[in-house]
């Protein structure tokens, strides 16, 4: 979309406040993804510096809470762990981070243990619906698939979580 002069626009929200905000949510999505403390901490980290080198446009956009979710489940899909010099030029900001992660009760982590276990599309769907409180149409804008792929994927995911932690209905 082009803007012209007489177009407003958008305002960008600052950054540091909303890094405090998402900065532990994202840790916890990607945790229950890889099952990884350390390594959902690196994707984040990686994730948030994306977000803060873009952040002029990312900034700008309706949710960015929702591009770094996006940007942080690719990562944990490729599996990208430590990136370095890059991450610790970030730490000015993550020294900020107070953020206390709770570990996950026995009966929490079984499950996501069991939530881990599942194809790819049924974890992601699971961790951000039930994990980050996302609607269908929310999971749907996250992973870019239809509102009835998050629908189906959801129900696969019950149906095999039923059976994998022997839950009777």
Do not use: C
């Not at 099952?35 to 901490?41: K, L, N, Q, V």
């Not at 430590?82 to 009966?107: C, D, K, Q, Y």
């Not at 996302?134 to 994927?153: C, F, H, P, R, T």
């Amino acid at each position: 979309m082009n803007h012209t002069e007489s177009d407003p626009q958008p305002i960008a929200i600052a950054f540091e406040p909303f890094y405090r905000e998402h900065y532990a949510p994202v840790v916890g999505l990607v945790y229950a993804l890889t099952g990884s403390r350390a390594g959902a901490e690196d994707i984040a980290q990686e994730t948030f510096l994306r977000a803060h080198r873009n952040w002029d446009e990312v900034g700008r956009y309706e949710r960015p809470g929702g591009w770094v979710r996006v940007v942080a489940t690719n990562l944990a899909r490729s599996g990208l762990r430590r990136m370095g010099a890059e991450i610790r030029a970030l730490s000015r900001f993550a020294g900020m981070n107070t953020a206390v992660f709770p570990e996950l009760e026995p009966v929490n982590e079984a499950f996501w243990g069991a939530v881990r276990t599942l194809p790819r599309r049924q974890r992601e769907v699971t961790a951000l619906h039930y994990l980050e409180d996302m609607s269908v149409a929310d999971v749907a804008a996250v992973l870019g698939i239809s509102e009835s792929s998050v629908k189906n994927s959801l129900s696969q995911a019950r149906a095999a979580l039923v059976r994998k932690l022997e839950v009777e209905l």
